[in-house]
């Protein structure tokens, strides 16, 4: 059988291994026949040797220099044209025209840290310059920058072959920050891993970057993944999956001799508060609205509205109405792996069983091929929501649990027993928004991304997105894995203390040869100090 997706060590293809797997195609259940070969002990302690190796020149290669690199991939990547969308079609089941508009978000999100790294202020420079004279002590030169931490492990997500993988979220910062990244290709999509990879090596051939700033190794099991965690020269990991996968790295990570962050983006339920007013204004245009929210993508989706709450009031029959109708019209897509469909339909069901709650609609037209989710709601009473903990939880994929609370009081009562979530929506009129405060707040208190009458889908890449969350949602709500803050993940701040001109950063040296901004003495400028 031919053999071909080995594992990128550097610059290198290498492959020792004797397991190996093949590309699943989930609409035809069925596999394609190259095999890609799972990396062996030796190869990730290859791999890890190479990134500390070119970890130290590669933080020293000036920031314009590692943005002509991020350039560089993106140029590769669209070099790959068609074949790459196709391989992502065969490999996930997501439909052509929604890769399309992943793909230019990739670029886009890699050609931000581009445009980030030429700009330069990234490195939050500050200066105190010396007061030799100040009494009773003297006080010293001090400079502080933010510098790269060493290799990084990135693990993509199943459900965004170009956004949160080989080339995505986490790999793009890492890079922009001066760190080298080795991948743990993820099972699900193994030949769209390959050709990333490949654009990858050939953007860092292209602008002369060292070998082993970029690493890509099979596995479908998870001894590759574990390894390269507890390697001693791991300094962080970027995650995006389960809450299983992710508090199983986030715990090898702590329990090394030198513990390192893990950045998790695990579950949630992304709930959404709809407030009486805004019930009875917007009964017909929700249900709609909700409906094309819960069944975009099969459901697959980070951001899936899982929870919808209301009250008994003046226009919840129309709105559940308008939901189950709009549910019922929408038609079954196809999910990205037979374990994915599988779990979606066992927990799906085992909320359908729980007590006191009740089916309202299944979409009823159904595509051709395998592994095809439908899209389901159900509902329950506040009071049962509060009482049975197993309702709280995620179910990936197109399901949403409506809960219909007695009243504003009882509402309350239900989100303040839901933990850390990405996302929190409030639909609202403006004057419920003050008439409320205690449920605002509790919204607010446990969301990293709060929603004023808009469903959670779509993820914005700019500055001001958070793209993160309290836990469990994430494994540390101070960071975001979306946006140019994302780079703060895989920084560290660095002070120099009585250091000459000639010696420092450019970033820190009086004459400020990179214009950047800079925090001089409590003032911002980017002035040179005289
Ligand atoms: P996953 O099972 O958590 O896997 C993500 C990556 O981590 C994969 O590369 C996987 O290896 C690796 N991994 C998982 N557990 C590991 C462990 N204990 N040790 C070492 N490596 C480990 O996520 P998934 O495959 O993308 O999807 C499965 C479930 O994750 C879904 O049903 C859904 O519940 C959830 N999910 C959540 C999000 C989100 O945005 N929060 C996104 C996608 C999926 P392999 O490649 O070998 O499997």
Known sequence: MEINGKNFIGYNLSSQGDHAFQSYVPVKDSYLPENFICATADEVNAAM???AKAFPAYARIPAMQRADFLIAITEEILALGDALLERANLETGLPITRLQGERARTINQLTQFAELL????WVDASIDTALPDRTPLPKPDIR?????????IVFGSSNFPFAYSVAGVDTGPALAAGNPVIVKAHAAHPGVSDLTAQAIVKAAQ???MPEGVFSM???DRFEVGAALVKHPASKAVGFTGSMKGGMALYKMAQERDEPIAVFAEMGSVNPIVVLPEYLEHNALELGKTLAGSVSLGAGQFCTNPGLVFVTKTQGLIAFTDSYKNEILKTTSATMLTAGIYKNYYKLRDHAFE????????VSEQMSEGENQAQASIATVSGKSFIANPKLHEEVFGPFSLLVICENTDELLDAVSHLTGQLT?????????VNAYPEIVARLAQISGRFILNGVPTGVEVCPSMHHGGPFPATADAKFTSVGRHSILRFLRPQSYQGWPEALLPDELKNANPLGIYRLVNNEFTKDAIK
Do not use: F, H, W
């Not at 030429?118 to 202020?121: C, M, T």
């Open 49 to 51: 040797e190479l990134a």
């Open 118 to 121: 030429r700009e330069g202020s």
């Open 144 to 152: 502080k920058m933010l510098v790269p931490i060493g290799p990084v």
């Open 206 to 208: 292209r602008t002369g």
């Open 217 to 219: 190794l099979y596995d």
């Open 354 to 361: 729980q007590e006191d709650v009740n089916k309202l609609a």
């Open 424 to 432: 929190c929506s409030l639909m609202a009129q403006e004057s419920e």
